[in-house]
């Protein structure tokens, strides 16, 4: 209450950042407007001097210290853009500690770190606002949390890393290896040099873990997580997809059969029927497909990365921080829910019940087949299909089997007692059905 | 400010209202602790009594007169879902200068007066909150004045009515005509007794015209629209658009080119190609095609009416406008953009630049096609590709046109002078094809 005007201070001003940068300067009189305050950018913080100099600043201050934001006590609202879990924490909590809000963009820091923060915010009476950290411009945040707030969610499904969707529409249209496009995305800055956190799955992985969180009111920890990426991925999967109706996504699962179940909370490639809505979501497009128990399915769809789409939803939270603070309502939405003391119950991945893929490379001589489909009889796993090709005799062929719905656990043992069979050549490729 | 509790008066306990106090009452525990103080259903009023009997009313006061609710000062929200611009008008109006806040799903009612009573909320310090008017349980209003606010939306294509989807994805797939899907639809519930509001485009007309009052942050009145609906469209339209490779859909169209440009908002059937996102959209489904400056390309996709979906949007407005209540923030957001003076300049349906399709009943005569093409010619409109199918020599026979893009005027210019010529045995059938 009582601000002339809300002052920012941003943390990071290299590609989002200098989005958020653009969208400030561009919004300016419409943002005054709509708050009756000015909402200024107040101090950009970068180490790299000439990311200051390209930027529409006006009058902020630049600066290579963090600690002039920090030490700022006019900023209200410290921007946190700086990415991963070292000095990006501690800048966190740091600004918390000084009354700050935070807007960050951050999934790492609040996967593995959300409890510790969101308590500090609790304990100062400022707010973590992180709508960019999921899914770029799509209001995934907003959606669970505010306009789903009458529901119980069934379950998530979700394509949410554009890296990995990328790869696997290419692989599926130019029947591609996965190093070769893996290669060319990078050459065009599709995908990061490093491209682990993105193609292991671990990027889908901290953002479908804060959705849990959300979604069930509780605490659901990354290390919790089932996590699998899609390197091992071969181009022959995507066509035996194919031939049996199916697209292959690197999918976010999370569900929970009642209020009392443990969660499933996975990401792993996973095979989805031409149909599906999320079968058609192609190129570096995010989607999130949630089942309310009003509302029924819901699904955004949207670009979920790159520097406008994530400063779009960095300055959505911008203002909403902002007319908390106009309003003098600091912490509008509760955030206990990421109270360490609430962590949920997590299905292990053994319990889980689905249908399988499984391409099994073997020496093509007569016996294999009746001797894999004696040992998943033995373990009372029932065969839905099977694919063999015809091939020379003495050569190594892949054999399809399509299971109806099994335990994993069971599977498992199962494949265990498979593969250490004489005709096994290769390891076998395990591909879950998603319906 | 010290609210014990936040009382809601709701009027109207139909199929949205019996969702509304079925939300309420399931999820009663959870908003208490979200909200910090009970969000208590203190009234229901209905004409019909015996909708109380069958609803979990707990020790709800049920009454026959809305003036229960508006004589009742204890009651902070009024729920409104009568329906219609009649008495529904009064009540809202009359709740508001009785301060109370409103929740409403009426589309008609804010499409027609919007103004009027927005302006009254402005005078009395309270909101008027409408999620449910648009789109169901899509959180279309909340995604664009908050998740978008950093955007300038250059556009967003619509389908918007589910009963107009249900009848064009029945006869596509299974070749009916309009009446006798309607007639079916009817009988099963999915259509109205009077299906005029739906079928006419009326009803995704009101939702067109609230979603660009909020696009352009100014007043698009209901009756600066242009709005056709589906009665007009013949199997045999379906079926050409399939061959050239078009799907028909009710589609709702808001657009401005520059921020100072004229909008053009319109409804009316469109032929989308297939592959585009909308087109797969079928059944009673919905969807929001939004394209912003900086976040790209979202869509929104759900149901987007019925008793749940709408109930959903409902109680997120109610818990919104709670915690305005709780924090003391009554108008957290402004809703100026609904000011009759700041009604917006909307584009004449003949300034549209389009590409058409044109389905002429001619008889088959020689010199029909040469006739037509040169009338198109002598007013520079250039045809894309024509279908003429072989007939019996002097029988009527369909004659499809597609132009390249075209002004609309000019079209209408070169049709009138086509359809007096002598061969031309029935209307033309024009319908707009949208990239």
């Known amino acids: 209450m009582g601000n002339r005007e809300i002052r920012v201070g941003l943390v990071g001003a290299g590609i989002v950042g200098g989005g958020v940068v653009k969208v400030l ?27 200051f100099a390209v930027l529409p600043v006006g009058d902020a201050i630049f600066s290579a210290s963090p600690d002039d934001v920090l030490d700022d006590p006019s900023i209200d609202i410290a921007v946190e853009l700086i990415g991963g879990t070292g ?5 966190v909590l740091a600004a918390l500690r000084k009354g700050k809000h935070v807007v960050t963009a951050n999934k790492a820091l609040l996967a593995q770190h959300g409890p510790e923060i969101f308590k500090e915010a609790e304990l100062r009476d400022v707010s973590v606002y992180f709508e960019a950290s999921v899914g770029g411009g799509m209001p995934v945040i907003k959606t669970i949390r505010e306009a789903m707030i009458g529901n119980d969610i069934a379950s998530l499904k979700t394509i949410i890393n554009g890296t990995c969707n990328y790869i696997l529409t290419r692989m599926t249209q130019e029947g591609l290896a996965f190093a070769e496009v893996l ?32 979604l069930y009111d509780g605490y659901v920890p990354y290390s919790a997580l089932s996590v699998e990426g899609i390197k091992d991925i071969a181009p022959e999967d995507i066509e035996f997809a194919r031939e049996l109706g199916y697209t292959i996504k690197l999918l976010g699962v999370i569900r929970r059969e009642s209020p009392v179940s443990p969660i499933e909370v996975r990401v792993h490639p996973a095979m989805l029927r031409k149909g599906h809505i999320l079968a058609s979501v192609s190129d570096a497009f995010n989607a999130v497909l949630l089942r309310g128990s009003a509302v029924g399915d819901i699904l955004l769809y949207g670009k979920g990365a790159g520097e406008m789409p994530t400063a779009s939803a960095v ?47 073997v020496l093509d001589i007569p016996g294999v087949l009746a001797a894999i489909a004696s040992v ?30 099994s335990v994993e656990a069971r599977l498992r ?13 290769d390891r076998t490729q395990v591909i879950r059905i998603e319906e």
Do not use: C, W
């Open 183 to 214: 290669k060319d995305a990078q050459a065009k800055g599709f995908a990061e040099a490093d491209p682990e956190l993105d193609v292991g799955g671990g990027d889908s992985g901290h953002k479908v873990a804060i959705m849990a969180s959300l």
């Open 87 to 91: 000095y990006a924490k501690d800048f």
């Open 25 to 51: 300067r561009e919004q300016e009189a419409f943002f005054r407007y709509k708050l009756g305050l000015p909402l200024k950018l107040a101090r950009i913080v970068d180490k790299d001097g000439s990311r």
């Open 315 to 361: 300055v959505s939270d911008l203002i909403d921080v902002a007319r908390n603070i106009a309003g003098g309502t600091p912490r509008r939405i509760s955030m206990d829910y990421y109270d360490e003391s609430r962590a949920l119950p997590v299905k292990s991945l053994g319990e889980l019940v689905s249908r399988y893929y499984l391409r099994f490379s």
């Open 413 to 425: 043992a199962a494949l265990a007692e498979v593969e250490v069979m004489d005709f096994i050549r």
């Open 376 to 405: 998943f009889a033995r373990h009372s796993i029932s065969i839905a299909s099977v694919v063999q090709r015809e091939a020379l005799e003495g050569r190594n062929v892949p054999l399809i089997f399509v299971t109806h719905d």
